[in-house]
């Protein structure tokens, strides 16, 4: 049986990145959160990075521009170059939101040259759709146990967007509520679980499966 966990809604005027109660530190130095929008991809994504103690940075990358991350969040910075230093050079937090692949490709690279830093990498699909292959993402994946690096990824099509030299990094996966045939049937091929597709159809708000279980 799969493990199906709730996670709690966001407390107003709380900490919001300690409001998940079910779910312990993740321990996989790389995770996905997939499934539909404002179903709690990213707030989990939040909380795991909180509970990362050892005073590395934190670096988000808010793909779209979105801003989802609240009044919790590392300060957000204008440019890509004022970003890597402040993490990189400095050793603090930072958010931001490269504006062109060439602006996304210097983040990724200075992370696996630099590494000591947890990354959060809100809406990956911007990186990965059409990049399965290669490019500094994934080697800033491939690097993250060499480098001192944890890096969570956020996104909504699953089918498209978990290539398949993740699997091979031995990644934790928090599965959503999702909608997609497509992806609901590349899940249930990839964790070998029939019932799967019917499962993660119907799940509320902020409850997901998490694999490997």
């Not at 709380?14 to 079910?22: H, K, L, P, S, Y």
């Not at 005073?55 to 957000?76: C, K, Q, V, W, Y």
């Not at 230093?85 to 400095?90: E, I, K, N, T």
């Not at 200075?110 to 990965?128: P, Q």
Request: net charge neutral; glycine share 8%; charged share 25%.
């Amino acid at each position: 049986m799969s493990d199906v966990r709730s996670v709690e809604p966001v407390k107003p005027g709380g900490t919001n990145i300690e409001a998940v109660r079910a779910f312990p530190k993740c321990e996989r130095r790389i995770s996905m959160y997939v499934g539909q929008s404002r179903t709690g991809k990213t707030h989990l994504a939040l909380v795991h990075a909180s509970r990362e103690t050892d005073g590395r940075p934190t670096l988000i990358i808010d793909s779209m521009g979105a801003d989802n991350f609240g009044g919790e969040s590392p300060h957000r910075v204008a440019t890509v170059s004022e970003a890597v230093g402040r993490v990189f050079g400095q050793g603090g937090h930072a958010i931001v939101t490269p504006w062109s692949d060439d602006e996304g490709d210097v983040l990724f690279e200075a992370a696996a040259d630099l590494g000591h830093a947890h990354i959060i990498i809100d809406e990956s699909s911007r990186w990965l759709s059409g990049r399965t292959g290669g490019g500094p993402l994934a080697r800033l994946l491939r690097a993250a146990s060499h480098r001192q690096l944890t890096v969570k990824l956020t996104t909504q099509h699953f089918s498209a967007d978990a290539p398949a030299f993740l699997f091979n990094c031995e990644a934790a996966f928090y599965i959503f509520r999702t909608a997609s045939h497509r992806a609901r049937a590349r899940l249930a091929e990839e964790f070998e679980e029939p019932d799967l597709p019917d499962l993660v159809k119907d799940l509320p708000d902020r409850v997901c499966v998490r694999f490997p279980r």
